[in-house]
């Protein structure tokens, strides 16, 4: 592809050097990986500047830079925008040839529920008999092929690549999970949303978004990307998540009257029961959380012209997703129970589900992320002590900060309540605390990992799968 095709049609603030012939050979925005014909594009990040690596790029191959500033003492052509990272995110669609625009492509942003819902709308799409691509916090897919995921929602560059990749196996649908940094930071620009859905709002990533309404606002930009929305109607920021919005929105919800209103609501400990558009549905996930994602996938489903009948049949066997409420199988008379559970609202919603079909007590263990939001650490001790019979302190992926601050954090909420507890700051020896102490009829939360299969310690990453840890615990207390 020549440059100039590339850039044709997109507002570029100025260009230094020739590029009327000058044939590309892909894009790249890490000059460690930039290979020769390459352009560079040297994005402004929160830790590192792109343009201070520029020579390094150019060094390495590349042929061209796509530059918000103007960088002197480099004889290859400068493209120069206003906003390197949504150019990155257009010039990987164009590059691409805009790949969204050759499957529907559907959009989940919200707090929690996220994974399962994309998880319950694939299950119901693959029952028509269609191919769908997934995309999200546990894995990529496409088709049964799983690919390997870092973040919730891929960057730009290699989101696009991903879209590229479904298109050449035929896929019918994509599903993927929007995370508010990725529409904050452009890296969804160039996509062609079908459908846009909001599960649930509740504090996160305040140590980026700063306050509530910055992380309401980013996660509104979906519903000004998407030919239809569906939208939680109970969720205390729906008016504002809605405001604005450039598409006709279908509601759902347990409280208020809407389109898609659940009704005669059981809870069991295998599950929920619910009717909606006059059909009975079933969903194997215990909780009010799996109502709400049951009808958030009902919605989107509607949306794409599938009856409620059809995705109720396919929810009923639908099986739950890795970290999330999921049980570990051991032979013990307690419960283990792992689920992802990392913010307040998550740490409600969990507890509140096993308290409806636990016959023993709650014990919950869970820590909080270091280098994050640290205002949710005492709201969320707050919520289990409250919520609990007991609680285990510990650490969860502390990161560059100290264990011990983070449980100071925590603690402060906890010590609101009347909650018994012990704090044991090492994961591993906590859990086995846990379980040394459940009796018949007892539910163990693990709380805050899910579905990750390690721990980020301040001086590395260690293998830490709560569930080969809880067969290797249960195994030494029965011995």
């Known amino acids: 592809m020549l440059l100039s095709e590339l850039i044709n049609g997109m507002q570029v603030s100025n260009i230094t050097g020739n590029i009327d012939s000058l044939e590309i050979g892909g894009l790249c925005y890490n000059s460690l990986k930039v290979k020769k014909g390459d352009v560079f594009v040297a994005v402004k990040g929160f830790n590192v500047d792109g343009h ?8 390495n191959g590349a042929v061209a830079v796509v530059v918000e500033d103007v960088a002197d003492g480099f004889p290859v052509p400068q493209i120069v925008f206003e906003d390197t990272r949504a150019a990155l995110a257009m010039l990987a669609a164009k590059y691409y040839d805009y790949p969204s625009d050759k499957f529907k492509l559907i959009g989940v942003t919200g707090t929690n529920g996220k994974t399962t819902v994309t998880y319950l709308v694939k299950t119901i799409l693959e029952s028509k008999g269609y191919k769908v691509g997934l995309i999200g916090t546990n894995q990529n897919m496409v088709g049964n092929m799983i690919l390997k995921s870092d973040r919730t929602t891929p ?14 196996d035929n896929v019918d649908y994509v599903i993927m999970e929007v995370s508010s940094h990725s529409l904050e930071l452009n890296r969804v620009l160039g996509c062609n949303f079908e459908v846009g ?6 504090q996160d990533h305040l140590d980026f978004h700063i306050t509530m309404d910055n992380y309401v606002k980013a996660k509104s930009k979906l519903f000004s990307m998407c030919k239809n929305g569906v939208v939680n109607i109970d969720d205390a920021y729906t008016d504002k998540l809605t405001h604005g919005a450039l598409t006709d929105i279908e509601y759902y919800g347990v ?11 059981t ?10 558009d006059g059909v009975r549905v079933s969903l194997p996930i215990p909780g009010e959380f799996s109502v709400y994602n049951a009808l958030c996938a009902i919605g989107i489903c509607h949306a794409l012209g599938i009856d409620t009948q059809t995705c109720a049949d396919s929810l009923c066997d639908a099986h739950g997703v890795k970290g999330r409420a999921e049980v570990v199988h051991i032979p013990s008379d307690y419960t283990v129970m792992i689920d992802y559970a990392h913010t307040p609202d998550g740490v409600e919603n969990i507890i509140n589900a096993v308290k409806g079909f636990c016959k023993g007590r709650i014990i919950t263990l869970f820590g909080c992320g270091g280098d994050r939001d640290r205002t949710k650490r005492p709201i969320m001790g707050e919520i289990a002590g409250k919520l609990s019979d007991f609680c285990v302190v510990t650490s969860d992926n502390p990161r560059t900060e100290e264990p ?9 909420g906890v010590k609101k309540t009347d909650a018994q507890y ?11 605390y846990a379980m040394s102490i459940a009796q018949k009829g007892d539910v163990v939360l693990l709380l805050g990992k899910g ?22 615990i249960f195994d030494k207390l029965t011995k």
Do not use: P, W
Not at 197 to 202: H, K, P, S
Not at 267 to 276: A, H, N, S
Not at 451 to 472: M, W
């Open 52 to 59: 201070k690596y520029i020579k390094n790029a150019v060094e």
């Open 155 to 168: 960057e730009s560059l290699e989101l696009q690549e991903l879209f590229s990749i479904m298109v050449r």
């Open 197 to 202: 859905a909001f599960t649930n709002l509740t």
């Open 255 to 265: 409280k208020s009257d809407c389109k898609h209103k659940a009704e005669n609501i």
């Open 267 to 276: 809870y069991g400990e295998k599950g929920v029961e619910f009717d909606t």
């Open 404 to 412: 011990a601050a983070i449980i100071e954090d925590i603690m402060v």
């Open 422 to 432: 012990e704090v044991v700051e090492n994961r591993k020896k906590a859990i086995e």
């Open 451 to 472: 579905h990750e299969t390690y721990q980020i310690l301040n001086d590395g990453i260690i293998d830490f799968d709560e569930r080969k840890i809880v067969a290797e």
